[in-house]
């Protein structure tokens, strides 16, 4: 049963009018009915402070779980709810009878209390007034349903006045007022529901990756396979996968082998191919053949779950524009009402006209100073820029971050992993002191065998197409240097090479990474290493050069192997070798100058840079964690020109939000200027007022089908 405290399925809170992203108490109390299991939050989204369907304000609201992952749409707004639709064709059709029966009035017997228009003033107005009682009565505030419905009664007292002969269609040119408070309401409705849809469509990419995972999995236990919820799965439990099905969770394969589609968690369009230990993502398809998997995270934490919680919560935060247009907003409804008074006396006082026709300017002026299109000049700006992004694997924290990349003048890029593929392969391979070949390759494998750094992956492979790897007795990592291992009473070690020894100089003027070998202490080997740039990197750097940005490599490898890559992808500056610390200094300089600056890197050892700099970009970070909480934004896949693609809908969607805002006030002060003088009324006045709501939401969802190299 719901608490009669409860909106949407909702708990009110105490002294809060609900804005985005807000967190309330679920009110249901069985767990199907909120989709939360054992209690959770109900988290409202995108509520405007304007009469919906349900005068409740728009938007929609969510129960989600105490497990990461777990929500439920237990409500929505007007924009979602097919009534609402019917309910805009009603009342239009009204609003034409109405239009029609205002010409020949006398063709309805007691008009105009049988004008059509009465059905879209119950349908509309109606709510409109709920949400205006409830703001002002009960959360003590002046909204934008008040303003409306102080317009709306206006009308129906200047009907009032009509009817007892106190006025005749003055300023007005339409046999009924009650036409004019019904277009009012319409209006607004449809305005509203105009909104909800560009809202509910930059929601669609995060829907639709929900909708990519299944809805049950069939999972291992003894031997017996049985068929579970997906989310219910747990870290460790074996799920059975079958060809042309989705993985339903984050998983390492342990017996078959397939080829997996990953597009929807990479971008990357080529079937990747998968066998025994190779991991797998949650929704991404399975193509050929049957696997068993090991689930290495619960369902809830699976990196199809963390892109969708990402989006989510960056639609609650706003950007500074969006919180500066909502102060500014907070004047205009009280300075609306002021305006409307003054207006009414002082078009009598000073232009000589009647009460009756100075209401009626005052009654215009509360329609068209009303600031609906300012308000939604920047929510649905940035509503419609990060479903956008979303949609091409971009994933934006907040409109703050947006608001922030676009204003870049300048671009670090690390190195390794971010312009380079991060699968480095061995170029060279020197023996000295006497060893053998396949010695040397038996060792080095078997030191490197275990090893996750990218450099010692490919000194393994490199050594297991020369000779089997000798498994040692034991290996120790050394940070920032390489590795030791010892096999029985042999102790071998790669490392970095001294600075300035003959090999160091040799690898490094050829732009390879050196990494020397010693055998007890005796130079054994030294292998060149050498990493690829990514294929889209070039025109990614070349792209944020045309658009004015500088680009630079910051990187902890030695300058030949920078300046190498630097020279493939035409970034002309280079700062290497620098350790942590010296890039923060280097980032911090550049923002004494003056510069706006980003960091792109890989999310690990990038993390402190990427804290440093005004805006950040992680790519590739769905992989990893780290990325997801130290960048401002992040990339799923490898792709990057995504990178520009970012600052080009970052731009265009400031440069959107401007033209909003400047549209509108200037829209709203010609309308004061135009009511004041009489030469619009209360109907002009409202076509006038929702129009610019179209035209605001209208400009603002062209964003939503912005290409990567596409105009403003």
Not at 48 to 70: A, I, M, P, V, Y
Not at 187 to 194: F, P, Q, V, Y
Not at 322 to 351: E, M, Q, Y
Not at 414 to 442: P, Y
Request: hydrophobic content about 45%; proline content about 4%; overall charge neutral.
């Amino acid at each position: 049963m719901k608490d009669e405290n409860c909106e949407n399925g909702c708990r009110r809170p105490d002294n809060e009018n609900g804005g985005e992203g807000r967190r309330v108490r679920c009110c249901h109390s069985e767990p199907e009915a909120s989709g939360a299991r054992g209690g959770g939050e109900c988290r409202c989204h995108a509520g405007k402070e304007r009469g919906d369907s349900g005068g409740k304000g728009g938007g929609h609201c969510c129960c989600h779980s105490g497990k990461k992952g777990g929500a439920g749409c237990c409500s929505s707004g007007g924009g979602g709810d097919p009534r609402h639709g019917l309910k805009l064709w009603i009342s239009a059709a009204a609003v034409a009878l109405s239009f029609l029966a205002g010409e020949y009035p006398e063709s309805l017997p007691l008009y105009p209390l049988t004008d059509p228009a009465w059905v879209a003033v119950i349908l509309c107005a109606a709510p409109i007034f709920r949400a205006a009682g409830r703001s002002f009565f009960i959360e003590r505030k002046i909204t934008s349903p008040l303003l409306v419905s102080l317009a709306m009664a206006g009308a129906f007292a200047l009907q009032i006045a009509d009817f007892l002969g106190l006025e005749h269609g003055a300023g007005h040119g339409h046999g009924s007022y009650i036409f004019v408070a019904a277009e009012i309401a319409f209006l607004m409705s449809l305005g509203e529901w105009l909104e909800e849809r560009t809202v509910r469509k930059s929601r669609m990419g995060i829907e639709s990756l929900a909708k990519l995972l299944p809805k049950t999995a069939t999972v291992k236990t003894g031997g017996r396979e049985e068929e579970i919820p997906a989310g219910e799965i747990r870290k460790g439990q074996t799920v059975c996968v079958k060809a042309h099905s989705i993985f339903p969770v984050d998983a390492r394969i342990e017996s078959g082998s397939t080829s997996a589609d990953e597009s929807s968690i990479t971008g990357e369009s080529v079937p990747v191919e998968k066998s025994a230990g190779d991991l797998v993502y949650a929704g991404t398809a399975n193509l050929t053949g049957y696997v068993e998997a090991v689930a290495v995270k619960d369902a809830g934490d699976s990196e199809m779950s963390k892109l969708a919680r990402l989006v989510e919560e960056a639609a609650g935060k706003k950007a500074p524009i969006s919180r500066a247009a909502d102060r500014w907003a907070a004047w205009v409804i009280p300075s609306a009402i002021a305006a409307a008074v003054v207006v009414f006396f002082l078009s009598h006082a000073l232009l000589g006209t009647s009460w009756i026709e100075s209401a009626i300017r005052g009654v215009t002026i509360l329609v068209v100073f009303c600031p609906c299109a300012f308000v939604l000049a920047t929510p649905t700006a940035i509503a419609a820029g990060l479903g956008n992004a979303a949609k091409r694997g971009i994933l934006v924290k907040s409109g703050g971050a947006l608001e922030t990349l676009a204003g870049i003048t300048k671009a670090f890029f690390d190195k390794t992993g971010t312009l380079t593929e991060a699968r480095m392969r061995v170029e060279t391979f020197e023996t000295s002191g006497g060893f053998e070949r396949e010695e040397i390759a038996s060792l080095a494998g078997g030191a490197e065998m275990r090893s996750e750094h990218p450099i010692g992956r490919a000194i393994f492979e490199f050594a297991a197409g020369i000779a089997p790897a000798k498994a040692p007795d034991s290996t120790n990592s050394l940070v920032g240097v390489g590795v030791e291992a010892v096999f029985g009473d042999r102790k071998v070690s790669l490392e970095k090479p001294s600075p300035g020894s003959a090999a160091a100089e040799k690898f490094k003027g050829a732009g390879l990474t050196a990494v020397a070998m010693k055998i007890d202490g005796a130079d054994a080997a030294v292998f060149g290493i050498s990493d690829t740039p990514r294929q889209t990197a070039k025109a990614a750097v070349e792209e944020l050069g045309r658009m004015g940005i500088e680009c630079a490599i910051i990187s902890g490898d030695n300058r030949a192997a920078a300046e190498k890559i630097a020279g493939a992808v035409s970034i002309p500056k280079v700062y290497a070798p620098v350790l942590p610390a010296q890039k923060l200094e280097i980032i911090s300089a550049a923002q004494r100058e003056g510069r706006k600056v980003c960091m792109i890197g890989d999310g690990v050892n990038d993390a402190p840079a990427l804290a440093q700099a005004d805006s950040s970009i992680a790519v590739a970070s769905l992989k990893n964690d780290i990325a997801i909480e130290s960048a401002q934004i992040s990339i799923a896949g490898s792709d990057l020109t995504a990178i520009p693609h970012a600052v080009d809908l970052s731009r265009a969607t400031m440069r959107t939000i401007k033209a909003n805002i400047i549209f509108s006030i200037s829209l709203n002060l010609t309308s004061v200027v135009l009511a004041f003088f009489g030469i619009i009324n209360p109907v002009v006045g409202a076509l006038i007022h929702n129009a610019s709501s179209v035209c605001v939401v209208a400009n603002s969802a062209r964003l939503l089908g912005r290409k990567p190299s596409g105009g403003a």
